[in-house]
């Protein structure tokens, strides 16, 4: 990173550190804050709301400049009394139905931040007995597509991926419940995570499938932006934080992801052809 990425990374840290409280310790913006790609960069990366919460009561709130964080604020707070009312909705079908689902995640965790602008949420994770899970899909598929989409059901037997054992970094002012074991994060997960917020991530690249369509230049700027980050890649493979170089990390989650694309792909092409097969046969699939 150049000096400029690391002192609008440090900007970017300032702003989000202790954002989610209700009160938290006084921000005081840099005197050569670089505001335009400040304010960009918060947006592009779905903290707008949360650096408006960190500076509304500051001088730097009524900067011209920051009205977009503002604006950003309040999509977020009108997203999620919509995102509520459709939850609510939702649980209605499932409740006609004799099911009783607990909706973690998302919706869960944003009762916890002093503002619901504070933490979006976009899906309706809904977690049901094991024997529940076929009725409670037929009362998913039973709804209109745009909230089918955003709803997806779990079990207590894979909860655990949601939930597994992590320590929270030093990074954003977490304040640690006591006795838990604090350790120093390695050099590199702090530069990944700068990185990350100054140069931003590409959420939806191109499918791969589509990959022949976009040229050799287009191809090759979408296979840059799956290589996987060095945090997510970790995370995902459960791999340890040092002792490990993180290339060699991030090579084997870009192997797994492309071995899951390709398993997803021929399970789909077996079933399209099962269903042909069918309907050759005079079977409705």
């Excluded at 309706?124 to 597509?145: G, H, I």
Aim: proline letters at 8%; one cysteine or more.
């Amino acid at each position: 990173m150049n000096p400029g990425e690391l002192e609008l990374a440090a900007a970017i840290a300032a702003t989000l550190r202790e954002s989610w409280r209700a009160t938290g310790s006084p921000f005081v913006p840099a005197t050569d804050l670089p505001t335009r790609e400040w304010t960009q960069r918060l947006i592009e990366g779905g903290v707008g709301g949360l650096a408006w919460w960190r500076i509304r009561g500051t001088a730097l709130a009524d900067d011209p400049g920051v009205s977009d964080l503002h604006a950003a604020f309040r999509h977020h707070a009108v997203h999620a009394v919509r995102q509520e009312r459709d939850l609510e909705h939702v649980l209605l079908h499932f409740n006609d139905a004799g099911l009783e689902p607990i909706v973690f995640k998302g919706w869960a965790l944003s009762r916890l931040y002093p503002h619901r602008a504070l933490r979006p949420f976009g899906d309706f994770d809904l977690l049901v007995q094991q024997a529940e899970v076929e009725r409670a899909r037929t009362v998913l598929r039973a709804l209109r597509s745009s909230l089918q989409e955003r709803a997806d059901v779990d079990t207590a037997a894979t909860l655990r991926r949601y939930l597994p054992d992590r320590i929270e970094a030093e990074l954003l002012g977490a304040r640690l419940p006591p006795g838990t074991p604090v350790a120093r994060p390695p050099a590199w997960l702090r530069e990944a995570v700068w990185r990350g917020w100054v140069r931003g991530y590409d959420s939806m690249p191109p499918p791969l499938y589509e990959l022949h369509k976009l040229g050799f230049r287009g191809a090759m700027r979408a296979m840059r932006a799956r290589w996987p980050d060095p945090v997510s890649a970790t995370v995902h493979l459960r791999a340890p934080f040092r002792r490990i170089p993180r290339v060699l990390v991030q090579t084997a989650e870009c192997l797994r992801r492309a071995f899951d694309f390709v398993r997803r792909d021929v399970r789909w092409r077996v079933g399209i052809d099962a269903q042909l097969a069918n309907v050759g046969k005079g079977v409705v699939p």
